[in-house]
């Protein structure tokens, strides 16, 4: 049954969000709209939003606003230092690698970017794969290889953007993408294992676009340490409850 589910929300994610960022990329190809046309912004959304669409159509419960507000809002009490911690790590890694602000970002713009990044370019996805896909993971595989699964799935589900003329993507190798796609998965898993907040991960996961918008990302040893220092503490959070359920 819970493979059934998985299958199903996979589907229906890599369709909604083939056809909306296939046909953007077209559309960008052939010069018809640009990447910052309306047309062209909502096509961007539409994919975007293709786990969190797939995510209401797999719920345990049955699909009402209701049982919706409960998954994404639910949260274990007393696990707040989780995300703290978390998100202090992280802007000192990116922020001390970096050192450099992105000119071309105002810092008026910031918490605007933010709220976009936690609510409709990034944050969404997470009541999909994190909501979804790792716990049902979880259930059959040891943590570290239902992460690397649900990272790399996370990381190729991207792949129709770099076809996309103007995305951000394009800026980017894919391969660094995946890994920070995989890394990241440590992150957000453990959060949610900790907190079982979905709405947490939405957070964190917009705080990381923002971050990676604020900042010129360097790839040098302090990143590479930090990112490593983050992903041990990762899998530490997930472990360490484990022995104390069993406890």
């Not at 559309?27 to 640009?34: A, M």
């Not at 159509?57 to 409960?70: C, G, I, P, Q």
């Not at 707040?80 to 970096?98: E, K, N």
């Not at 997470?126 to 699964?149: D, N, S, Y």
Request: net charge positive.
């Amino acid at each position: 049954m819970e493979m059934k589910r998985l299958r199903k929300f996979l589907i229906i994610t890599f369709v909604v969000t083939g056809l909306a960022w296939g046909s953007l990329a077209i559309f960008t190809k052939l010069s018809l709209i640009s990447f910052t046309h309306p047309i062209g912004t909502i096509l961007h959304i539409i994919g975007g939003f293709g786990p969190t669409i797939a995510s209401l159509f797999v719920l345990e419960e049955r699909l009402a606003f209701k049982s919706a507000v409960k998954f994404v809002f639910q949260y274990k009490r007393k696990t707040i230092v989780y995300f703290w911690t978390l998100v202090a790590m992280a802007i000192a890694v990116i922020g001390i690698s970096s050192m450099e602000f992105n000119s071309a970002l105002p810092f008026y713009l910031i918490p605007i970017v933010f709220l976009q990044a936690v609510f409709i370019y990034g944050g969404e996805e997470e009541l999909g794969w994190r909501g979804i896909m790792q716990p049902i993971l979880e259930k059959k595989l040891p943590f570290p290889i239902a992460t690397v699964i649900t990272g790399t799935v996370w990381g190729i589900w991207h792949i129709p953007l770099w076809f996309v003329e103007g995305s951000s993507q394009q800026n980017m190798a894919f391969p660094f993408f995946l890994v920070l796609s995989v890394l990241l998965s440590f992150f957000l898993a453990a959060l949610y294992k900790r907190t079982k907040c979905v709405f947490a991960c939405n957070v964190f996961h917009g705080l990381i676009n923002t971050l990676l918008s604020m900042f010129v990302i360097k790839l040098n040893l302090i990143l590479v340490c930090g990112l490593i220092v983050m992903l041990v503490y990762s899998i530490y959070l997930w472990y360490s409850e484990d022995k104390k359920v069993v406890a």
